[in-house]
């Protein structure tokens, strides 16, 4: 449990944080609140050369209502989120959802930045900021671009973020009056969604249903065809590859897909 040697820098401006990873590329990776990066370097599954801290990076903890939109900095962490009354006013499960992650400990460390570059299929702020059609802006030696959320999760870990880009902002449209659910299904309350599920509106995404999160597209065209909330949940696994292991079979993921769902349609007033 003693991460493999490596060098340790601390960065107090994205500027300074870009030219580090700049500098050192492959060879670095970026520290938010090491809630999954320290427990993969202590399991030696990831062991840079360059650990760059950016937790001073306070410019990146914000959370603004910008128009129609809210602009959520990649550094604002979970407890941050669940407690913020812009969040509370204009997107409200964001909010509901940072407060579910994990344990105290976790909320009080973790980013919506590294939750969402680290791309854990089983996360849950990846399927909620998927659900309300976020864009991630990223920075990075060419400048500033923004990605859909609907392309940046590419598969288990995998994200089209380059070793020398910054993830700095996540954007999501504020959801007005539309009515949200989110039902996660966990063995022990601190654990990782089983299976979980968030709906926004007449949009519905899975946990930990795939390699990625998934929108449960059969679900929404049948909502949009005027399917009542049973009905649209009967189709929520179609589509879906779930794993098949220990704790959980393929079959009975799937058959949790179906029950959240339904659930969560129901909380959201469908
Ligand atoms: C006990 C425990 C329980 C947990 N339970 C849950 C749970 O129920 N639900 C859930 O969703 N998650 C859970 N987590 C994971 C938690 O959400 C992590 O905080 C999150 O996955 C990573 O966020 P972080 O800020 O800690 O990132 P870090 O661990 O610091 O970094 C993660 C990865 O993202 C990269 N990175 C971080 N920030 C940026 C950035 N701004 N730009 C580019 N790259 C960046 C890092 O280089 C690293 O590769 C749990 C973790 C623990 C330890």
């Given at each position: 449990?003693?991460p493999a040697?490596?060098?340790?820098?601390?960065?107090?401006?994205?500027?300074?944080?870009?030219?580090?990873?700049?500098?050192?590329?492959?060879?670095?990776?970026l520290?938010?609140?090491?809630?999954?990066?320290?427990?993969?370097?202590?399991?030696?599954?990831?062991?840079?050369?360059?650990?760059?801290?950016?937790?001073?990076?306070?410019?990146?903890?914000?959370?603004?209502?910008?128009?129609?939109?809210?602009?959520?900095?990649?550094?604002?962490?979970?407890?941050?989120?669940?407690?913020?009354?812009?969040?509370?006013?204009?997107?409200?499960?964001?909010?509901?959802?940072?407060?579910?992650?994990?344990?105290?400990?976790?909320?009080h460390?973790?980013t919506?930045?590294?939750?969402?570059?680290?791309?854990?299929?089983?996360a849950?702020?990846?399927?909620?900021?998927?659900?309300?059609?976020?864009?991630?802006?990223a920075?990075?030696?060419?400048?500033?671009?923004?990605?859909?959320?609907?392309?940046?999760f590419?598969?288990?870990?995998?994200?089209?973020?380059?070793?020398e880009?910054?993830?700095?902002?996540?954007?999501?449209?504020?959801q007005?009056?539309?009515?949200?659910?989110?039902?996660?299904?966990?063995?022990?309350?601190?654990?990782?969604?089983i299976?979980?599920?968030v709906?926004?509106?007449s949009?519905?995404?899975?946990?930990?249903?795939?390699?990625?999160p998934?929108?449960?597209?059969?679900?929404?065209?049948a909502?949009?065809?005027?399917a009542?909330?049973?009905?649209?949940?009967?189709?929520?696994?179609e589509?879906?590859?779930?794993?098949?292991?220990?704790?959980?079979?393929?079959?009975?993921?799937?058959?949790?897909?179906?029950?959240?769902?339904?659930?969560a349609?129901?909380?959201?007033?469908?």
């Amino acid at each position: 449990m003693i991460p493999a040697q490596f060098t340790y820098r601390r960065v107090s401006s994205v500027d300074e944080a870009l030219a580090a990873v700049a500098e050192h590329g492959d060879d670095a990776k970026l520290l938010a609140g090491g809630q999954s990066l320290l427990p993969l370097m202590k399991l030696r599954f990831a062991a840079p050369e360059v650990v760059i801290d950016i937790g001073p990076l306070d410019e990146l903890r914000y959370v603004r209502a910008e128009g129609g939109e809210i602009a959520i900095g990649a550094m604002s962490r979970y407890h941050d989120l669940h407690r913020d009354p812009v969040l509370a006013e204009h997107a409200p499960l964001l909010a509901h959802v940072a407060g579910e992650v994990g344990d105290q400990q976790v909320r009080h460390r973790g980013t919506i930045g590294g939750s969402l570059v680290h791309a854990d299929p089983a996360a849950d702020l990846p399927a909620a900021v998927l659900a309300v059609d976020g864009v991630l802006v990223a920075r990075g030696p060419d400048g500033e671009r923004r990605i859909p959320a609907a392309e940046f999760f590419q598969g288990p870990f995998e994200t089209p973020l380059a070793p020398e880009e910054l993830l700095t902002e996540v954007r999501i449209p504020a959801q007005g009056g539309a009515g949200w659910g989110f039902e996660k299904f966990t063995r022990r309350s601190i654990d990782w969604a089983i299976v979980g599920v968030v709906v926004a509106g007449s949009a519905v995404s899975l946990i930990n249903m795939g390699g990625t999160p998934l929108r449960a597209s059969a679900t929404e065209a049948a909502l949009a065809d005027g399917a009542s909330a049973a009905e649209a949940a009967a189709l929520a696994a179609e589509g879906t590859s779930p794993a098949d292991e220990a704790h959980a079979t393929a079959e009975y993921r799937q058959h949790l897909a179906r029950v959240l769902t339904e659930r969560a349609l129901v909380s959201a007033g469908r």
